[in-house]
C-alpha cells in the first residue's frame, strides 16, 4: 500500500530525542538527602528539639487541624443537612479551636522572648554567673 511503511524511510519520530539533542542535554542533578525524624524508626531526631517547641508545635497543629475540619465542615452541615443547631455549634467549636492554636503560638513565642532575654541578661541571677567572680576575684598570694 505506502511505500513508506517498508522502507521506514521519511518517518519522523516522536518522542525519541537524536544525538544531538542528547549530548546539549544537561545532566539530571540528584537531590540532597534530608534528615527526617523517623530515619531509624523510633523518633532518634526529635530529641534535638527542645522539649517545649516539640510540645507547643504538636498541640498547635492538632489545633488547627481540628479548626479547619470544624469551621468547614460546621456550615455544610447547617446547609445540607438542615441541622441548624449542630451545623453553628461545629462552626463556633472551629473558631474557639483557631482562637487555642493562636493561644498556643504566643504562648510558645513570649516563653521563648523570655528565655532569649535571661540569656542577653547574662542568666537568671541578674547578669552574674560564676565565671564572673571567679574572673574577679584576686589570684591567691604566694
Known amino acids: 500500500m505506502f511505500s513508506l511503511d517498508e522502507d521506514d524511510e521519511g518517518e519522523i519520530s516522536v518522542g525519541e530525542s537524536s544525538d544531538a539533542e542528547r549530548e546539549m542535554t544537561p545532566?539530571?542533578?540528584?537531590a540532597p538527602s534530608v534528615k527526617t525524624f523517623d530515619d531509624g524508626g523510633d523518633f532518634e531526631g526529635a530529641s534535638d528539639v527542645?522539649?517545649?517547641t516539640l510540645r507547643a508545635f504538636v498541640v498547635a497543629v492538632i489545633y488547627a487541624n481540628a479548626a479547619v475540619l470544624l469551621v468547614a465542615l460546621g456550615?455544610?452541615?447547617w446547609f445540607f443537612e438542615g441541622w441548624s443547631r449542630i451545623g453553628a455549634g461545629l462552626f463556633v467549636g472551629g473558631l474557639l479551636a483557631g482562637v487555642?492554636?493562636?493561644q498556643t503560638y504566643r504562648a510558645w513565642e513570649r516563653s521563648r522572648d523570655d528565655a532569649d532575654k535571661s540569656d542577653s541578661?547574662?542568666?537568671?541571677?541578674?547578669?552574674?554567673?560564676?565565671a564572673d567572680t571567679d574572673a574577679d576575684a584576686t589570684p591567691p598570694q604566694p
Do not use: L
Open 121 to 130: 541578661e547574662g542568666g537568671p541571677d541578674g547578669g552574674h554567673s560564676d
Open 27 to 30: 545532566d539530571i542533578p540528584e
Open 50 to 52: 527542645d522539649s517545649g
Open 100 to 102: 487555642r492554636t493562636y
Open 75 to 77: 456550615p455544610m452541615v
